[in-house]
């Protein structure tokens, strides 16, 4: 097996990390957690965060075998789609998409067109699925527990957990989304620190305080140890309460409406309307 080679961007207005993974051997790569930037204010995109994944991927001559999604996110819209249009590749999530497209057909009153089986991605990835990149061997782990989707990329030594955890001065991810739950990201933050000390935590974003600079990789270790919310002995039951306290007090983020109406299509806008333009819906005092 070959070991991975990871470069990482950060697309500061949505605090995003995402990844470019690469097998030395066979110059095959993934990408995880693309990010195309969107104003609410004007409604227009702005490629340039995947423009930047796509010039490392043709300046170091790889193919693209992989997009992939940790879930599909509610702070940033996914360049998914982008990405494949210009480097090709297939298209990854969890299987439990099934549950958030259903969910949020309701919401947007997408209807029957809209299937809410997982079809518009490529590959819906189960716990103790695998693949590769290249020659480098792949294994998924279902971390449900912030949204019902949610799964982390084991790749070599490294694992890409999404928002499951974040640096260890901020925590873990809130669970009050459609399909969230406490408990089940209790348990699945013990999946991950189960892992061996040395395993390498790379995270979907950071939000440092003014006080360090961006981090994006952490130890097992070092999580299981200083996380100020499930480090040290932490209960399962203290952590709930936290938790969903913490949740209370917590906004939308400002992207989630349009966030969603593209994330749970892989990527792709609403289908563009008679005159060729493409609508995002915004539900009135639903949410």
């Not at 995109?45 to 300046?59: E, F, G, H, N, Q």
């Not at 249009?85 to 809209?114: C, K, M, P, W, Y």
């Not at 961006?214 to 480090?231: D, K, Y």
């Not at 806008?269 to 995002?280: L, M």
Request: hydrophobic share 40%; proline share 6%; glycine share 8%.
């Amino acid at each position: 097996m070959s070991d991975a080679t990871i470069r990482h961007f950060h697309d500061a207005p949505t605090g995003t990390l995402s990844y470019v993974v690469s097998d030395p051997a066979t110059g095959r790569a993934a990408v995880i957690d693309p990010v195309m930037g969107f104003s609410t204010v004007s409604g227009r995109t702005d490629p340039s965060p995947a423009l930047k994944i796509i010039d490392y991927v043709r300046s170091h001559a790889l193919t693209l075998e992989w997009i992939l999604e940790t879930h599909a996110h509610a702070d940033h819209l996914s360049a998914a789609e982008f990405l494949k249009a210009e480097l090709g590749g297939s298209t990854g999530i969890g299987e439990g998409i099934r549950q958030v497209q259903a969910h949020f057909r309701d919401v947007f009153n997408l209807g029957a067109t809209f299937a809410a089986d997982g079809s518009e991605f490529d590959r819906l990835f189960a716990d103790g699925d695998t693949f590769s990149i290249g020659e480098v061997e792949c294994r998924v782990l279902g971390t449900p527990g912030h949204t019902s989707d949610s799964i982390t990329y084991l790749i070599g030594d490294a694992a890409f957990v999404g928002d499951t955890l974040f640096m260890p001065d901020i925590g873990t991810a809130r669970c009050d989304f459609p399909g969230g739950d406490a408990a089940l990201l209790y348990d699945s933050i013990q999946t991950i620190l189960s892992l061996p000390d040395e395993t390498r935590l790379f995270m979907c974003h950071d939000y440092p305080p003014e006080d360090r600079s961006l981090r994006f990789e952490v130890s097992v270790a070092e999580q299981r140890e200083r996380n100020i919310h499930v480090g040290g002995a932490v209960s399962k039951r203290d952590f709930v309460a936290r938790r969903k306290a913490r949740d209370e007090e917590l906004d939308l983020p400002t992207l989630i409406l349009p966030s969603i109406q593209v994330n749970i299509r892989a990527g792709a806008f609403p289908t563009p309307d008679d005159n060729d333009v493409s609508y995002i819906r915004i539900p009135v005092d639903l949410l």
